[in-house]
C-alpha cells in the first residue's frame, strides 16, 4: 500500500502542478493557480498519515516506509525549488516573461551552486533521518528496525556523494571555453564554407 501511495503521490504533485500553473498562465487566474499549488504539501501529509498508520496497524518495517521517508524529505528540501524552476520557464514560454536565468556552468559561481544544493540535500537527508529514527523508537529496537536504519545509512551515502561532487567542482573548477581572438580571426581571413567550394573550381576550370 505505501509503494502505491508513493506512486500516487508523486503522479499527484505533477498533475497539481500542471493544474496551478494552467489556472496561472493560460485561465489567467492567478489567485486560483496558487491555491492549487498550495494543496501539493498535503499529500506528503497525507504519506506521512498513512505510514504511521500502517506500522501502528503492525505491518513489518521494510524498503517501502524507507522510501516514503526519503519521498518526504525531497519534497521538503527540493519542492518548491522545484515548482519555482517550471513556474519560471511555463512564465516565459505561456506568458511571455523573461527567459529564466541557467545556473552558472564555470569556475567559482558552479561550486557555489552545487554547494547550494547540497544544503538542499543535507536538509533531505536530514528529514529523511528524523522521520526514520521515529519509526526506530516506534517499532522498536529489534529487527524490525533494520531496514529503517538501512535507509538513515543510504541517506548518509547520498549525502556524501553529492557533498564529493560539489567538492570536485571546487578543487577542479570547469574553465569556461575561451573566446576566439577577433584578431588572430582576421589574419587568418574568412573561412571557407562549402558553398564557397564550388565557386572557386569553376574560377579554375
Request: charged share 20%.
Amino acid at each position: 500500500m505505501i509503494a502505491v501511495l508513493i506512486i500516487a503521490c508523486e503522479v499527484g504533485f505533477w498533475v497539481l502542478l500542471a493544474a496551478g500553473l494552467a489556472l496561472r498562465y493560460l485561465a489567467r487566474k492567478p489567485r486560483a493557480g496558487a491555491a492549487v499549488l498550495l494543496v501539493e504539501p498535503v499529500l506528503e501529509l497525507v504519506l506521512l498519515i498513512a505510514t504511521a498508520i500502517d506500522l501502528r496497524n503492525g505491518a513489518p518495517a521494510d524498503w517501502k516506509h524507507g522510501l516514503a521517508a526519503l519521498y518526504i524529505g525531497y519534497t521538503v528540501a527540493y519542492g518548491h525549488y522545484t515548482v519555482k524552476w517550471i513556474d519560471g520557464h511555463a512564465a516565459h514560454r505561456l506568458a511571455g516573461g523573461p527567459r529564466p536565468s541557467r545556473p552558472p556552468q564555470y569556475g567559482r559561481a558552479r561550486a557555489r551552486h552545487e554547494w547550494h544544493l547540497w544544503l538542499r540535500t543535507l536538509l533531505m537527508c536530514a528529514v529523511a533521518a528524523a522521520l526514520l529514527q521515529i519509526a526506530v523508537w516506534y517499532v522498536g529496537d529489534g529487527g524490525q528496525s533494520a531496514p529503517l536504519r538501512g535507509t538513515q545509512f543510504l541517506a548518509l551515502r547520498i549525502l556524501g556523494i553529492h557533498g564529493l561532487v560539489a567538492l570536485c567542482y571546487t578543487l577542479w573548477p570547469k574553465k569556461a571555453p575561451e573566446p576566439e581572438d577577433p584578431q588572430v580571426a582576421a589574419q587568418d581571413g574568412p573561412r571557407e564554407t562549402a558553398a564557397d567550394r564550388p565557386s572557386r573550381s569553376k574560377t579554375l576550370l
